[in-house]
């Protein structure tokens, strides 16, 4: 009998990401680049990786979503997604954060940096000597601070965040949907928590004019 199988997306950048695990062993992986049209790709991409692993969704014991920090609506689309799924498939979902992906896996000071619009980045930081809290920050204007011996840089903004610093660039571990679906595996359940969107700004749109919804949860 094969392990669990574990699976993992992101739409919360340009692309459409999705990868499929087993145990330790990514069965199945695809990355769109795409900067709109998730809503529409999603499923269609995750039916076509679940077959061509040779699975159905009834295989899933957990899914791992990206919850940004990253694109508004991407965001939206990938932990709705999630949520749907794991409730008509009554099996858990995990949120994975962007930054903590892209660190996955990875050694010695780390400084996750993931682009953002306007010359700005989302930036957190693993195992620094000061400790680097979730954060949106200006690329120029990164605190000298922040430098350190050995500092690696990883993420789609990495190189700017290198050349501020004074620090080498090193790739993810993993591509962002199967980083998102390890840390998925390993992470421990906690009853009733649901993906929730991660959100440093607000959305970068103009307000409706019309009352807002009423959610019922």
């Known amino acids: 009998m094969r392990e669990p199988l574990i699976l ?3 739409t919360s950048a340009a692309h459409c990401a999705a990868a499929l695990l087993c145990g330790k062993q990514c069965l199945a992986a695809r990355q769109e680049e795409m900067t709109r049209g998730q809503a529409e790709r999603l499923m269609p991409l ?3 990786l679940l077959s061509e692993a040779g699975a159905n969704w009834r295989d899933l014991a957990r899914i791992g979503v990206g919850i940004g920090p990253g694109n508004f609506t991407g965001v939206r689309i990938g932990v709705s997604a999630a949520r749907g799924l794991a409730l008509s498939l009554k099996i858990p979902a995990i949120g ?3 930054l903590e992906a892209a660190a996955h896996a990875s050694q010695g000071p780390v400084l996750a940096a993931i682009a953002a619009p306007r010359a700005r980045g989302y930036f957190e ?3 620094l000597a000061r400790p680097v809290e979730l ?3 200006e690329i120029a204007e990164l605190p000298v601070d922040w430098a350190e011996p050995g500092l690696t840089c990883i993420g789609s903004a990495a190189e700017d965040a290198a050349a501020a ?3 080498t660039v090193s790739p993810a571990a993993f591509p962002p949907a199967e980083g998102i679906a390890r840390i998925a595996a390993l992470r421990e359940l906690i009853p009733g928590l649901r993906p929730a969107p991660l959100y440093l700004q607000p959305a970068d749109a103009a307000p409706p004019s019309d009352p807002p919804p009423v959610i019922l949860d």
Request: proline share 0%.
């Open 8 to 10: 993992g997306f992101d």
């Open 46 to 48: 995750l039916e076509d």
């Open 135 to 137: 954060q949106l920050c």
């Open 165 to 167: 610093l004074g620090a």
């Open 96 to 98: 994975v954060s962007s």
């Open 125 to 127: 930081g693993y195992r």
